[in-house]
C-alpha cells in the first residue's frame, strides 16, 4: 500500500461526497428514526478560527455516528450574516456590507468543505438574503398583531462606539457585550417585544431542559430572568403644600418590614419627578444630580463597594401607607429605572444598602425583625425573625406576616401579591444599516400601520451612504422613507430602524427544515418532522442572550401553530475555548493558530482528530503542536495497520479459537461499547479517541499472536469507530481492503455481551512476598498449571532459575505467592 497521502485523500473524498450529495437528506421515511444536530451558525468574518473548527467537528462525530447508526440526520449550515462588523468593515475599506459579507461566506464555505464537515448544503441560508429576512418582517407583522410589538419611549442603553441602542441582555455589567465599550442611557422612541409576557414559561420551562442541558446555562438563564416574589404597595406622594398629590407604587420582597421603612429613594430616571418638578424646592440640585448620574455607567451605579450618594428632595413627602407616618424622599443612582418601578421603600434596619446611606443622612433606622443576634446600629439584619414596631402584626414570625401583610394591602386595596422579573421587553430596535427593515409605516392620519403581506419583503435598499453616525441610514434614503399608508393611501414615511441581528438567529433552526419555502417561514408539516432540534451545540457565552431569545421565539411559534414543541432544543453541549499557552486565542495579541495552515501541513483528519482528542468537549483546550504532531503519528499508524498482507479482509465474522484470539475479541468488544457510549450517552469523545488507541495497539501486539481473521475483523472495527472522527483516511482504507459502500453509509458495529466476559485473568505473582509481576491465565487455572506458567515466563525465570520453591500459594485468580531459596 502508498504512503499516506492526506491531500489526495481528503480533495478525493470530498469531491465524491459532493458529487453523491451523501449527506442531503428528505425526511419522509418512517421506519427510521430522526436526528437534527445543529451547531451555532456562524458570522461569516472570513476566515474559521480554531473556536469554528472545534464547534463544527464537535457536532460532525454526532452527525456521522448516528447516521451509522441509521438514523435519518439532519445536519444544515448557514450565515448569520446581518450585523455590525459588516458595517464597520463597509465604512473601514468603503465595500459594501452586502459584498463583503459574501466574499466572506464563500471564503469559509470553501475552508468548512476542506474539514470534511458532513452538512447538507442543500439547505444553506444566509440571514442577509431577502428570502430570509423576509420571514423575519412577517414574524414582526405577527407580534405586532398579538400586541406582543410594540414602540415606547424608554431610557435605553447606548454604545457611543456602536452608535447604537442595545438589549439589556447586551450589556453585560455596563459594558456593551460587542466591543466592551462602557454604555450610556438615553430617553428615545424605540421598539420592543414583549418577551416578558413569557418570563413564567422560559422560568418553568428548564423542568423539560434539566436532563439535556448543563446545569451552569439553566442558573445563568434563571438569574437572568431574575423571578422576585413579594408584594407592590403604594406610598402616597404629597407636595409640602398639599397642592399635588399622588400615589407612588413601590415593589418589595419583605413586605414583612415595611412599618421599618423610613425613607423613599426614586432613580433619577423617575417620571414623578418632571411631575413635581414644580413643587420641588432644590430642583437645581436635583437636575445637577440627574446630569451627572447620566454619564456614569450602570457599573459604577450598582458597584456596590461605593459609597452611596444621593440628594433629599425638599418640597415633597412620602406617606408609609401602613402606619401612616411621612417619611423623607430621595433621589439616588444606585435605584435603577430599569428594576421594579424605579421606586424603593427603603428599610434601613434590614437592608445593608439603605443601612450605609441612612447612616450618612441621619436617617431613623427602626428595627422591625428581631433575633437574639440582632445588632442594627452596627449593621443592618436581613434575616427571618419575629416582627416588632409593625403594629397589629407584633410578635408574628416573618413569614407569615409578609403574608398577612400582604393580605392586608389587599384589603386595603392599596397593594397586592406581585412577582417581579429582572428580565426586561427586549429592545430590537437599531439605528443601523445592515439588518432587516422594520415593516411599519408611520402616517399622519392611521399612526403606525403594519406593512401588507404581499409587500413583504421590504427590501433593504443598497443605495445607501453609510456614515456610523448614529442615524439610521435609511432615513436618508428618499426612495426607500417615503410610501404610501396602506390604510389609507396617504403620504407617509416607512420605519427606518433595522432588527437587532438575534431576530434572525432566533429561528433560524426551523427554516432549516423546509429552506426554500416561498409561501410562508416554513411548512409546519415539515418542521415537525424534525423539531425540536435533538443536539444543539455552541458557546456557554450565548447562554443569556440568543438560548433565551431562541427559547421564546419558539414558543411564539408554537402559539401561531407553526411548532408543536415547547423547547427548541432537547440537549446542549456547550463547548470549551480554545486557547493558546493558556491565553485566547487574538489576532490583536498575536497568538492566533490558523486552521488552514494545520489543514495543509497535516490535513483535515488530524486536526479534526486533535481538536476532539485534547480535552473533554465542554472544557478548555489548549493547542498543543506536539498533540498534534502525536495524532497525526496515529493516523499514520492506522495506516501502516492497514497496509499489512491480510487474507481476511470482506469475509464473515471471526470466530475466536484461542487464548489470543479470544483476549482481542473481548478488547473490541469492549472499546465497541466504550466508543459507543463515550458518544451516546457521555459525550467525551476524547474518551472515546483513547480507546480506539488503545485497541490499535492490542491489534499491532497480536499480530502475530491471534489469527489473521481476527486481527482483520479488529482492524475493520477501527476504521468504523474513527469514521466520525478521521472520516477521509477511513474511507480511503476501506475502500482500499475492498469494500465497496462508502464506510459512512456502513452500520455502526454493536458489541455481543458474550465477548465482554473475560476468560482470562491477570495474576499478581509475589516472589517471596514481592511484587514482580503479573500472568494473564484462563480464569480458574489450576494451581500446578499457573505454577508451571509462572516457571517458564521470562520475568520470573530471572528470580527462580537455580533455586528451589519451598512453598507456592494460590489465591483462585486472585493473586500466586512462591517462597523461594
Not at 444553506?124 to 405586532?144: G, H, M, S, V
Not at 433619577?268 to 437636575?287: A, G, R
Request: proline share 5%.
Amino acid at each position: 500500500m502508498s504512503n499516506y497521502n492526506f491531500q489526495d485523500i481528503e480533495k478525493k473524498w470530498q469531491k465524491i461526497w459532493e458529487n453523491s450529495k451523501s449527506f442531503e437528506i428528505t425526511a419522509g421515511n418512517g421506519s427510521l428514526p430522526k436526528y437534527y444536530l445543529l451547531v451555532m451558525f456562524p458570522y461569516p468574518s472570513g476566515n474559521l478560527h480554531m473556536g469554528h473548527v472545534r464547534n463544527y467537528v464537535l457536532g460532525d462525530v454526532f452527525a456521522r455516528f448516528y447516521r451509522m447508526k441509521h438514523y435519518q440526520v439532519l445536519q444544515p449550515i448557514g450565515w448569520d450574516s446581518f450585523g455590525l462588523p459588516a458595517e464597520n468593515a463597509a465604512i473601514k475599506n468603503k465595500v459594501h456590507p452586502k459584498k463583503w459579507t459574501k466574499q466572506n461566506i464563500s471564503q469559509m464555505r470553501v475552508q468548512l468543505k476542506q474539514l470534511g464537515i458532513s452538512y447538507d448544503w442543500s439547505r444553506e441560508i444566509a440571514t442577509c438574503d431577502p428570502e430570509y429576512y423576509k420571514w423575519n418582517q412577517w414574524f414582526f407583522i405577527k407580534l405586532w398583531e398579538k400586541g406582543l410589538a410594540f414602540r415606547k419611549e424608554s431610557q435605553v442603553n447606548w454604545c457611543p462606539s456602536c452608535k447604537t441602542v442595545l438589549a439589556n441582555e447586551q450589556v453585560n455589567q455596563g459594558l456593551c457585550w460587542r466591543c466592551d465599550s462602557n454604555t450610556e442611557t438615553k430617553k428615545l422612541e424605540q421598539w420592543f417585544l414583549k418577551i416578558t409576557d413569557y418570563a413564567e414559561e422560559l422560568l418553568s420551562g428548564h423542568e423539560l431542559l434539566e436532563k439535556g442541558w448543563p446545569s451552569q446555562v439553566l442558573t445563568m438563564q434563571k438569574n437572568w430572568i431574575g423571578k422576585s416574589a413579594g408584594a407592590e404597595a403604594d406610598f402616597i406622594l404629597v407636595s409640602d403644600d398639599r397642592e399635588k398629590r399622588t400615589n407612588i407604587r413601590i415593589f418589595t420582597t419583605r413586605p414583612d418590614t415595611l412599618f421599618g421603612a423610613t425613607f423613599m429613594v426614586l432613580s433619577p430616571e423617575h417620571q414623578i419627578i418632571q411631575d413635581f418638578s414644580s413643587k420641588i424646592k432644590n430642583i437645581k440640585e436635583i437636575t445637577e444630580y440627574i446630569e451627572k448620574s447620566q454619564k456614569k455607567t450602570i457599573i459604577e451605579r450598582t458597584n456596590i463597594e461605593k459609597e452611596k450618594t444621593g440628594v433629599k428632595i425638599t418640597g415633597i413627602t412620602a406617606v408609609n401607607p401602613v402606619n401612616k407616618r411621612p417619611i423623607p424622599v430621595f433621589i439616588a443612582d444606585y435605584v435603577l429605572s430599569s428594576y421594579g418601578t424605579g421606586a424603593i421603600m427603603a428599610v434601613p434596619a434590614h437592608d445593608q444598602r439603605d443601612w450605609e446611606f441612612a447612616k450618612k443622612y441621619n436617617i431613623p433606622i427602626i428595627e422591625v425583625i428581631h433575633t437574639e443576634d440582632n445588632a442594627i446600629f452596627e449593621k443592618a439584619y436581613e434575616g427571618e425573625g419575629v416582627m416588632i414596631n409593625s403594629g397589629e402584626f407584633n410578635g408574628l414570625p416573618s413569614q407569615e406576616g409578609a403574608n398577612k401583610i400582604i393580605a392586608w394591602l389587599e384589603n386595603s386595596k392599596i397593594g397586592k401579591k406581585a412577582v417581579n422579573y429582572k428580565l426586561k421587553d427586549w429592545l430590537v430596535s437599531r439605528q443601523r444599516y445592515w439588518g432587516t427593515p422594520i415593516p411599519m409605516i408611520h402616517c399622519k392620519e392611521c399612526g403606525i400601520v403594519p406593512v401588507e403581506g404581499k409587500d413583504l419583503p421590504v427590501i433593504l435598499p443598497e443605495n445607501v451612504i453609510i456614515t456610523g453616525a448614529g442615524r439610521s441610514p435609511l432615513a436618508e434614503v428618499e426612495s426607500f422613507v417615503k410610501v404610501k399608508c396602506p390604510r389609507c393611501g396617504k403620504d407617509a414615511r416607512r420605519e427606518t430602524d433595522t432588527m437587532d441581528t438575534f431576530v434572525d438567529s432566533s429561528w433560524y433552526f426551523a427554516r432549516y427544515c423546509d429552506p426554500k419555502n416561498e409561501k410562508q417561514p416554513f411548512d409546519p408539516k415539515i418542521a415537525g418532522q424534525w423539531l425540536p432540534v435533538d443536539q444543539y451545540i455552541g458557546g456557554i457565552e450565548h447562554a443569556c442572550m440568543h438560548l433565551i431569545y431562541s427559547r421564546f421565539w419558539h414558543k411564539l411559534m408554537r402559539d401561531l401553530k407553526l411548532v408543536s414543541s415547547d423547547e427548541p432544543f432537547n440537549k446542549l453541549l456547550t463547548q470549551g475555548m480554545v486557547t493558546l499557552g493558556g491565553s485566547v486565542m487574538s489576532k490583536s495579541k498575536g497568538n492566533v493558530v490558523s486552521p488552514d495552515e494545520i489543514v495543509v501541513k497535516y490535513g483535515a483528519d488530524t486536526i479534526r482528530l486533535f481538536i476532539l482528542f485534547a480535552a473533554p468537549p465542554e472544557k478548555q483546550l489548549d493547542w498543543s503542536p506536539e498533540g498534534v504532531e502525536g495524532c497525526w503519528r496515529f493516523i499514520n499508524r492506522v495506516w501502516n495497520l492497514c497496509s499489512q498482507e491480510h487474507t481476511g479482509y470482506g469475509t464473515a465474522q471471526a470466530v475466536p479459537k484461542d487464548l489470543a484470539d479470544k483476549k482481542l475479541m473481548n478488547k473490541v468488544h469492549r472499546v465497541i461499547k466504550k466508543v459507543s457510549d463515550d458518544i451516546e450517552k457521555e459525550q467525551q469523545l476524547n474518551t472515546a479517541i483513547s480507546a480506539v488507541m488503545e485497541l490499535v495497539n492490542e491489534i499491532y501486539s497480536y499480530r502475530s499472536k491471534a489469527s489473521q481473521e481476527t486481527v482483520d475483523l479488529a482492524t475493520r472495527t477501527v476504521l468504523k469507530l474513527l469514521t466520525p472522527f478521521t472520516p477521509h483516511v477511513c474511507e480511503e482504507l476501506w475502500e482500499k481492503i475492498g469494500e465497496k459502500e462508502n464506510i459512512a453509509s456502513s452500520t455502526w458495529p454493536e458489541y455481543n455481551e458474550k465477548y465482554l466476559a473475560t476468560d482470562t485473568v491477570e495474576i499478581p505473582v509475589q516472589l517471596n512476598g514481592k511484587l514482580r509481576g503479573t500472568v494473564s491465565v484462563p480464569r480458574d487455572i489450576q494451581e500446578q498449571e499457573l505454577k508451571k506458567t509462572i516457571c517458564s515466563d521470562n520475568k520470573f525465570k530471572l528470580y527462580i532459575d537455580g533455586k528451589n520453591i519451598v512453598k507456592f500459594i494460590y489465591v483462585q485468580n486472585k493473586i500466586a505467592n512462591m517462597i523461594i531459596k
